[in-house]
Nanobody, 129 residues
Framework: QVQVVESGGGLVQAGGSLRLSCTTS????????MGWFRQAPGKEREGVSC????????YYAVSVKGRFTISRDNAKNTLYLQMNSLKPEDTAMYYC??????????????????????WGQGTQVTVSS
């Protein structure tokens, strides 16, 4: 079966950095665009970033642009999110998700949950002030 597993979350002070990883199995990794979402208590889930199958095209939410970097290693079936200059507002459960990608186009899904078929269990990121 398909497995999507996030890791790398933790507690960090404001201004610090974390790198999240997402490993997958049971799917052909480069057939999928990938994305990161987050949800804080009492708030709606929001899209953070997504990346095309090749890694050549990326998209970021305004709230994280310039601070976060999404990347992928297709040989390792792994997605990454490098988070720098973290703010308390970044505190949330972070989820990795996979969206089917057609052919070899540089497809970027809409950063909405409905476009993604497979989801991980989440990893908690807490940023203290």
């Amino acid at each position: 079966q398909v497995q999507v597993v996030e890791s790398g979350g933790g507690l960090v002070q404001a201004g610090g950095s974390l790198r999240l990883s997402c490993t997958t199995s049971g799917l052909t990794f480069d057939d999928y665009a990938m994305g990161w979402f987050r949800q804080a208590p009492g708030k709606e889930r929001e899209g953070v970033s997504c990346i095309s199958w090749s890694g050549l095209s990326t998209y970021y939410a305004v709230s994280v642009k310039g601070r976060f970097t999404i990347s992928r290693d297709n040989a390792k079936n792994t997605l990454y999110l490098q988070m720098n200059s973290l703010k308390p507002e970044d505190t949330a459960m972070y989820y990795c998700a996979a969206a089917p990608s057609p052919g070899y186009n540089e497809y970027i899904p809409n950063l909405v949950g409905a476009d993604f078929d497979y989801w991980g269990q989440g990893t908690q990121v807490t940023v203290s002030s």
